[in-house]
Each structure stands twice: as structure tokens, then as C-alpha cells.
């Protein structure tokens, strides 16, 4: 590849392949390279063209292999005619495009719109998160998973720009629900259920669920990540979870599986229903063996 590099910036100094500029003071480029990887910058004239493919053809002699024409792609610029973009790859043997790939996790070229440019990050994230979603994952698996696969996605392009805060939210936010998602997030409900005195119980019921029951949660606009995350599964849990009644002064009759076979509130009658009888414990009849 040196051996290329040497070629193009001699045609660039002879004004045989001459290159772009991002402004008149700056220097000329005609390429880049970045590992195995080449991009060539040439002006939209006849003569480049056939000088770059004659220096091509050159390097393949050299290198006794050929240059396959079919692999490179081809991105105009906008101010490129029709007729130019036809002619240009007929003569070249190239695929044109629109825009050319992602590299190094980025569009080319990224232009002005940050968050254009950014969003194709956040993509990635979420297909790599989907390709796993169906894996289970120990919380260490997913420790590895989010370390060493998701985080790596935007290091690169964070290296080097700086990213929108609306896109590091919501990187943030995908690597949150990816940490607490899955059955996880149920062994936190079952956690709560069985630890009613703990702290974290006493906070969250005082906030969500006043009655202490995490199944009859109220709605809350603007609720915290860590509860919405908890109230989702709680909603998963709520269909296969039936309660053992003891005194029954924490089971909601009409709407809680408390009973045999499928006995919850969506089986009984409300218009059978005493208004003050809410609880299984107010069924019970005092002094008398139930």
C-alpha cells in the first residue's frame, strides 16, 4: 500500500490525479488509507478517471495481481450530471451508490446532522441487543456482554466526536433495560413480595403501592426507571401468581387468584359482591370455622 500512496501523491503533484480540499488554503487529498482499507478522491474529469485506472493497472503489474472493479463502489458528488455519472461508470466497471457503508461504525460522509450521524450507533446497539434478547444470560454473561460487545460499539466514534446528549441517554438506556431485563427483573418482584420490611420495600410501597400489595401498583406519570422496570414484570408475574391464603387481609377479591381452579376476580360476580367486602379476610365469618 505504500507503494500506492507513493504513486497518488505523485500524480497529485503533477496535476495528473488531482485530489479535493476542504477549503482553497488546505492541501490537496487524493486518498486515504486506514489498514486494508482505500479511498480515493478524484475530480469529476475524464482525464483523472483514466489516469487513475492506467495507475491501477500499473500497481496490479506490480503486485502481479489484479484489481477486481467489481468490489469498489463509486459516491458521486452532488454536483456530478447524469450523463457524467453514466459515462464515469462504464469507464470504471463500478457499482455506483447513493452513500457508501458505515465505517468504523459511522456514515460516509457524516455531514452536518449530529444526530443522523449518530443514530446509525444506536442501531447497531439495538440489533445487537435483539440478536441476544432470546439468550439467557447470568447477570454475569451479562456483564460480559455489555463490557466487552455493546460498549465497544461506540467507543471508536465517541473517540473522536462529540456525541449529542440525547444519544448518550438513550446508549445509556439500552444498556440499562439490557442489564435488567429478562426473568431478572421477576426475581426482583419476588424479592419485594418476600422482604416486606426491608428498606427498599418500605420506599417503594410508600411511592407506587400504598396497599403493600405490588400487584394493585397505581399509576404513576413520569415513574423511575428502576420502578417501571419492576412494575413490567410484576405485570408478567400477575397471570401465573396465586396467593396462599392465611388470613387473607392482603388478597383483593376481585381481582387477585386466590382461590382453586382459576378462582380470582375475573370468576366471581361483582354484582354478588358486598361493596365492604374488598379483602378475602373480610368473607370470614367471626367466631366460626371457615
Known amino acids: ?9 505523485h500524480a497529485q503533484e503533477n496535476n495528473i490525479i488531482r485530489g ?34 492506467n495507475m491501477l493497472n500499473n500497481f496490479s503489474n506490480i503486485l502481479v495481481q489484479e484489481v477486481n472493479f467489481k468490489k469498489p463502489m463509486i459516491l458521486f458528488s452532488p454536483n456530478t450530471s447524469r450523463a457524467l455519472r453514466t459515462n464515469f ?13 458505515n465505517y468504523l461504525g459511522l ?9 443522523a450521524a449518530s443514530k446509525e ?7 445487537r441487543i435483539n440478536s441476544w434478547t432470546k439468550r439467557l444470560l447470568s447477570f454475569g454473561g451479562k456483564e460480559v456482554f455489555i463490557k466487552a460487545v455493546l460498549q465497544s460499539i461506540p467507543i471508536y466514534a465517541m473517540s473522536i466526536f462529540l456525541a449529542p446528549k440525547g444519544v448518550i441517554d438513550d446508549i445509556q438506556a439500552k444498556l440499562s ?9 421477576g426475581r426482583q418482584v419476588w424479592r419485594l413480595i418476600n422482604n416486606k ?7 417503594l410501597s410508600s411511592k407506587y403501592f400504598l396497599s403493600g400489595n405490588i400487584f394493585h401498583a397505581r399509576k404513576v406519570d413520569k ?16 397471570d401465573g401468581f396465586g396467593w396462599q391464603v392465611e388470613n387473607g387481609d392482603m388478597i383483593n377479591i376481585r381481582v387477585d387468584n386466590w382461590g382453586m381452579e382459576s378462582l380470582n376476580g375475573d370468576a366471581i360476580r361483582s354484582d354478588s359482591l358486598n361493596p365492604n367486602e374488598m379483602s378475602v379476610k373480610d368473607l370470614w365469618l367471626t367466631d366460626r370455622r371457615n
Do not use: Q
Not at 2 to 9: F, V
Not at 121 to 127: A, G, H, K, P
Open 197 to 203: 420490611e426491608s428498606f427498599y420495600f418500605n420506599v
Open 121 to 127: 450507533i444506536t442501531n447497531r446497539l439495538s440489533c
Open 177 to 185: 433495560r439490557t442489564w435488567w431485563s429478562g426473568k431478572d427483573k
Open 1 to 9: 500500500m505504500e507503494a500506492l500512496s507513493r504513486m497518488l501523491i
Open 107 to 115: 456514515p460516509i460522509p457524516i455531514g452536518k446532522k449530529k444526530i
Open 20 to 53: 479535493i480540499w476542504a477549503s482553497r488554503n488546505d492541501p490537496e487529498i487524493n486518498h486515504l488509507f486506514f489498514a486494508d482499507d482505500v479511498l480515493l478522491f478524484v475530480r469529476n474529469k475524464k482525464s483523472d478517471i483514466e489516469s487513475l485506472i
Open 223 to 238: 415513574a423511575s426507571f428502576t420502578w417501571s422496570s419492576i412494575a413490567t414484570a410484576a405485570k408478567a408475574l400477575k
Open 89 to 101: 461508470r462504464d469507464i470504471l466497471g463500478m457499482m455506483v451508490m447513493k452513500n457508501l457503508n
